[in-house]
């Protein structure tokens, strides 16, 4: 026996699964990712930016060895 309303779920389905569904609080927490991840790539790389090594970091001296 078939399911007159087969076709209608399908389309439905194919909705649902489209993303088109999601939640207005989804879609903003999605754009501040991608703002922040947009953030990051514009920051200096290591060691090739202005301000990438402070002068006052020391690297401590490792123990002496007995």
């Known amino acids: 026996m078939t399911n007159p ?8 389905r194919e909705h649902f699964l489209s993303d ?6 989804w879609r903003l927490d999605q754009l501040d990712r991608m703002e922040r991840m947009a ?5 200096p790389v290591f060691k090739t930016g ?8 020391r690297v401590p001296l490792p123990p002496p060895q007995y």
């Open 5 to 12: 309303f087969q076709s209608l779920l399908d389309i439905q």
């Open 20 to 25: 088109a569904t999601r939640s207005y609080e």
């Open 39 to 43: 953030e990051r790539f514009k920051a």
């Open 50 to 57: 202005v301000g990438a090594s402070s002068r006052w970091v």
